[in-house]
């Protein structure tokens, strides 16, 4: 069976201005996995999403892949919204995924996305992007008629120097941090660097 739109990149975009507009958008995917990562203001980090295939999957040919992307707030001015393409692996495979063929790269953004901007509010969602895929199963020799979804969610929340929480990987301390973590008496923390000012 010939799958039907492989060559055809249906996208849609949004931004949303607030967490209440996103959730209770009725037009938007139910997630069916959420992942959760962090990012740091001043960083750039890929966005990719992946396949994963054991040998009690079945085969399925992808139809279709949907996007969305939304941010609470402006995060990187002028670079606006990444250009999303479907990987050579998946191309080169047809868009078919085979049963077996493991964890492997269909479909990215083209650029890394740049946290350039800190937010009002670290929250575990300031950017949300969702990969919502459409796909067909083979069984024995034929295709499935109806098409089915697999949506996965990822959350990102953007840490950032004067947030109030340690970041051990990125500061020494934090200058709205309460608990005064990685500062002794008479000392305050550099609001750019993270760092303790004797």
């Known amino acids: 069976m010939k799958l039907k739109n492989v060559n055809v990149l249906s996208v849609l975009i949004l931004m949303m201005m ?104 670290r929250k575990k969602d300031n950017i949300k992007v969702i990969f919502d895929m459409q796909y067909k199963k083979r069984i024995g020799d034929k295709w499935s008629k109806n098409i089915k979804n697999f949506v996965r969610c990822t959350n990102y929340e953007i840490t950032s120097c004067g947030d109030g929480i340690l970041d051990k990987k990125y500061e020494q301390c934090d200058p709205n941090d309460p608990t005064r973590t990685g500062l002794k008496v008479g000392q305050t923390c550099d609001i750019k660097t993270c760092k303790p000012i004797n």
Not at 49 to 59: E, G, H, L, M, Q
Not at 75 to 83: D, H, L
Request: glycine share 6%; charged share 20%.
């Open 18 to 121: 607030s967490n209440l507009a996103f959730a209770n958008n009725s037009s938007l995917p139910q997630c069916d996995k959420v992942y959760y990562m962090k990012v740091r203001q001043g960083y750039q980090f890929p966005i990719k999403d992946y396949i994963v295939s054991d040998k009690n999957t079945a085969t399925i040919g992808i139809t279709n892949v949907n996007h969305y992307f939304s941010t609470d707030e402006d995060y990187n001015g002028e670079q606006g919204f990444p250009k999303f393409v479907y990987s050579n692996w998946i191309k080169d495979n047809k868009f078919i995924v085979k049963s077996g063929s493991g964890k492997n790269l269909y479909y990215y953004a083209t650029e890394k996305y740049q946290v350039k901007y800190a937010p009002k509010v």
